[in-house]
């Protein structure tokens, strides 16, 4: 199974510049072309102003404060590979990670921030022991995609661990 979030990722960024695009205009045409100057529904250009910056900064760290990162997963062939990185309007490091099926060792899921962020740590045997990879934020994942990719690696994890050193949502 291979897939990714590209389109949830691409709504987002396309969200983002929507309300960037939204609030320049109205500073344009309140601030530098006053065109806007009248209150308008009993508010004022300055508490206007304060609103829409305010909606624009909910909707720029949301997705920071909540870990949004493209997935791409896929566990065809002999590898289990992630690749992802933080889908905010920061950008952030492109990172990989790829486990031979036979040496991977099981993984634990993680819900932080009152539910609302979830991560997978991944675990493959080594000959010095078992290491811990870093976690690979899913939250915004649909619960279908969540549960395709929950349910892969569950197949991939040894039948010795599965009660041990994993958690299954």
Do not use: C
């Not at 990722?9 to 344009?28: E, H, K, P, Q």
């Not at 990185?85 to 899921?109: C, D, H, L, P, Q």
């Not at 995609?145 to 991939?156: D, I």
Request: charged share 20%.
């Amino acid at each position: 199974m291979t897939f990714d979030n590209s389109k949830t990722i691409i709504g987002l960024r396309i969200r983002i510049f929507i309300a960037t695009v939204i609030l320049l205009t109205y500073v344009v045409l309140a601030y530098i072309a006053e065109v806007i100057s009248d209150p308008f529904l009993g508010m004022s250009v300055t508490i206007w102003t304060i609103a829409l910056i305010f909606v624009w900064l909910i909707m720029a760290i949301y997705p920071v404060v909540l870990n949004y990162q493209y997935v791409y997963f896929s566990d065809e062939g002999d590898i289990i590979v992630f690749r992802y990185f933080m889908a905010s309007i920061f950008g952030g490091r492109k990172n990989s990670v790829e486990i031979y099926k036979n040496s991977f060792a099981g993984y634990k899921t993680e819900t932080r921030f009152f539910g609302m962020m979830h991560s997978i740590v991944l675990f493959q045997k080594l000959r010095e022991g078992v290491a811990k990879y870093p976690p690979i934020y899913i939250s915004n994942l649909n619960a279908k995609e969540k549960a395709r990719v929950l349910n892969s690696l569950y197949l991939y994890t040894p039948k010795d661990v599965k009660d041990v050193t994993i958690e299954h949502e």
